[in-house]
């Protein structure tokens, strides 16, 4: 790296702003002088710009060199990272399945002892003689039960990134717009049968290749 002799500039810049408040413009070749002068410090700027020039660029080298090594230890980084929070994901979505799951055991034991309290309650009234009272109670439903089970999975500072998915609980169920046609099956099967075998919803044809 070039060294910059600092007391070399300083000078010539203590020497042009000492030239320039003295300087007075009172005639053409005073004028000419002044202009020749500002052309002079475009120099002095060329030869500072060339004397830090070395400089310079030895600096972007370095920087980028230092720059490529520190990505290079930040992206070491993310692969333990992202197996940790794939981890993380894993436990809190197995917990969640848990929760859910005890919820719903909880909500299915808490609704058959509303219905058994019903019942009872009909028996009791229909013991009593409250034949109307006894058959309301046995016409009409018990209350829906909510239950909540509150998460216990830690909160956590890890931001782990949430998609919406799904499952199929009954292919039954599904709208038609979300089935798709099996077109390899159907393929395999027009070429071992022709229109030998029909399937419902389905016209096989041939077409020229």
């Avoid at 919406?164 to 038609?176: D, E, Q, Y």
């Amino acid at each position: 790296m070039a060294v910059i002799d600092d007391k070399k500039l300083a000078t010539k810049e203590a020497d042009a702003m000492n030239f320039a408040t003295a300087l007075v413009i009172s005639d053409n070749e005073t004028y000419t002088k002044a202009d020749q002068f500002c052309v002079a410090l475009k120099g002095l700027e060329k030869e500072i710009i060339g004397d830090f020039a070395e400089s310079k660029s030895a600096a972007s080298l370095a920087h980028k060199t230092i720059c490529a090594q520190e990505k290079a230890h930040l992206d070491k980084c993310v692969p333990p990272r992202t197996l940790i929070k794939q981890k993380m994901s894993a436990y809190a979505d197995a917990q969640e399945q848990l929760r859910r799951e005890e919820e719903d055991r909880q909500r299915i034991e808490a609704q058959k002892r509303a219905d058994d309290e019903a019942l009872e309650a009909a028996q009791l009234a229909q013991a009593a003689g409250r034949t109307e009272e006894a058959a309301a109670l046995l016409e009409s439903p018990a209350p829906a039960v909510t239950v909540f089970v509150p998460k216990t999975t830690p909160k956590a500072s890890t931001v782990l990134r949430k998609i919406w998915a799904f499952r199929v609980v009954n292919a039954n169920l599904v709208p038609r717009q979300y089935l798709m046609i099996d077109e390899p099956a159907l393929r395999k099967q027009a070429a071992a049968t022709g229109n030998a075998v029909q399937v419902p919803g389905i016209e096989f044809y041939q077409k020229a290749i």
